[in-house]
Structures are given as C-alpha cells and as structure tokens.
C-alpha cells in the first residue's frame, strides 16, 4: 500500500524535567524503575498545553487537554491539504475506512476534563475527525500500546488488499501522561544488561494523520511480520542477513539490546546504516515508528528501503518496509 500523504504535530512548548511526587509512593516507584530499565537519570516530558503560568511540577501532570484536542484536528487539516482538489474529492466520495489510534485506550481518569464531550473524544472516538472525511462505512479504535499504529497498518493493509476500501485513514495520538509512560518502562533486566548512561529520557507528545490507498504515489510501506529471537545472537543473524535487501534501519525503542546497539554503532562494516528514532527526535509510544518517515522527508537523497524495528516489552519486535 502507499502512504498517500501524512502530517504530524508535536508542541511548541518547552521540556519539563519530571520531579516525582514523594507522597504518591506508586509514581516514585515507578520513577526510579524506569529509569533502572532504561538506564537513564532522568526524564523530560514536552506535552500540549503546558503552560509558564502553572507550578511546573504539577503543569505536567494534568495539562490543558484543550490544546491537544486543537491540534489533532489541525494536523487531520494540514494532511488534507497536502493533496490535490482531485485527490480530495475522490477521498470525500470513495470508500473510506477510519481508525483511531491511541496508546493508553483511557487517559481521561488522568485528565482534568469537565466536559463529557471531550473524555468521549480522548477515550473513544473522535466525531468530529470522522464527519471531516465523510466515512459512513467503518470506523474503529485501536488501543495497542508501542504497537497500535503498526496493528492498524497491518488492518489497513489487509482492507486494502481485499478491495473492500479506496482509502483508510490512521489518525494517531500520543498522551504521555508521565505515570503511564514510566509504567510502561518498568521492565526487570538482568544485571548484564544494565547500563547507566549520562543521559535524559525524552518523551513528546505528538498527533498524526496517515492516509494510506493502492493508488501510486507517495512512499510504499509494506507491513512485516514479528521477530521473536531466542537470544542476542538470532536477533544479530536476523538483522545481518536482511542488510543485503535493506538500505537503512530504524530502531524506535528506548531500551536496547546488544545487537541493536552495535547495529547503530556501526560495528558491522557489512550492515546497513541505522538510526534510533527516539535518541533523534524523543520518544513518542504508539507515534515513534511513523517518525521514520520524517526522517526520510529530512535526510533521504536517492530511493532505498527502510526497515523500521518496533520492539515491545517481551522481547519481541514488529517491523515493516518503506520504500522510498
């Protein structure tokens, strides 16, 4: 499939460094065995509606919602407009598929929302996205975590494929409210694999709007399968014997393993060049694979492949192709 067109937002507010709250023991704890697993010394949020005026240790906890709601609908704008006057009327008139992407599936409890309008729009479904591109057949959510993005490509991959759609649009959001993301983090690892590094965490918060069809156009994007090595040495044969097929490798995990590592230190002369998405642009959960392509908008000078390695919390790795 082809990814038509895409646009994707992050804020323009500045980080806020993350001071945990000593009266919630939970957050605390989640604080400090986070940052064991990802061998960091700190973390850094950058979230919607932050605003100077707050106590900045609390701002970041519960930030103006608003903000975010406002730009979603902005970023599904700027993807519209990216393509012709044809190209919309033909999406507006065509079969067209809508998916809700989110990492948490119900951040509203961490919210400070007084609207039931809005906890609908956060937690469910936006309608207001939905009447945007006139889809009457099928809309759906989907709440995956790290991996929600690439399970809806692997849907709108299939409904295309079948013919049963023209058009499936992914609208994505990513709310990094900071216990839900240190949460997510608290992954045991042996004392071999530690490592303290002199660096922050960052995570930003981002929206997205992906439009993907069978029409030619665009970047080609072909969804992979999973990869379940049964130690470091599969994983390292696994990704030297793709290199020959493979112009660039892109890593979207905050944690990595031996032959990740020495795969974007370019250890192996044989292996294709690599880079890690989150060192590069922050850590995004669900949004952090399509940061890929806006690396490619940014650096790529001639056509190639790209492979982008989307690890979870089991040891196991989801990937997909962009042909550029």
């Known amino acids: 499939m082809y990814l038509s067109t895409f646009a994707m937002a992050e804020p323009d507010e500045s980080v806020c460094f993350f001071y945990p709250g000593w009266l919630n023991v939970w957050e605390s704890h989640m604080y400090n065995r986070s940052l064991k697993s990802t061998g960091a010394h700190g973390w850094g949020f950058k979230r919607f509606g932050t605003t100077q005026e707050g106590y900045a240790r609390e701002i970041i906890r519960t930030p103006l919602y608003k903000k975010y709601l406002d730009v979603m609908d902005q970023v599904c704008d700027s993807a519209l407009q990216q393509m012709n006057a044809k190209a919309r009327m033909q999406l507006m008139k065509a079969r067209t598929a809508f998916i809700y992407v989110d990492a948490w599936g119900e951040s509203g409890p961490f919210e400070n929302i007084s609207s039931a309008l809005h906890t609908a729009m956060i937690d ?9 591109f006139s889809v009457k057949d099928f809309t759906c959510k989907i709440r995956g975590e790290k991996q929600s993005l690439v399970q809806a ?10 013919d049963i759609f023209d058009f499936v649009v992914i609208c994505a959001a990513y709310r990094a409210v900071p216990v839900l993301v240190m949460s997510e983090e608290d992954i045991p690892r042996s004392r071999r694999e530690r490592h303290k590094d002199i660096k922050m965490n960052l995570c930003v918060e981002r929206v997205g709007c992906f439009i993907f069809s069978n029409r030619e156009g665009g970047m080609q994007v072909e969804c992979g399968g ?62 952090s694979p399509a940061l890929g392509w806006v690396y490619l908008t940014q650096h790529a000078g001639s056509s190639g492949k790209m492979r982008t390695l989307v690890p979870d919390n089991f040891g196991g790795y989801a990937c997909f192709d962009t042909r550029y």
């Open 153 to 162: 490509m692997k849907v709108a991959q299939d409904y295309l494929d079948w």
């Open 226 to 287: 999973y990869i379940t090595p049964a130690n470091d040495d599969a994983l390292r044969a696994s990704l030297l014997a793709a290199g020959n097929d493979i112009d660039l490798f892109a890593y979207t995990g905050l944690r990595k393993c031996e032959p990740v590592q020495a795969l974007i230190d370019r250890r192996h002369t044989a292996a294709p060049h690599a880079v890690n998405l989150v060192d590069m642009y922050g850590a995004s959960g669900c949004l």
């Open 124 to 132: 469910t479904l936006p309608k207001n996205l939905v009447k945007k």
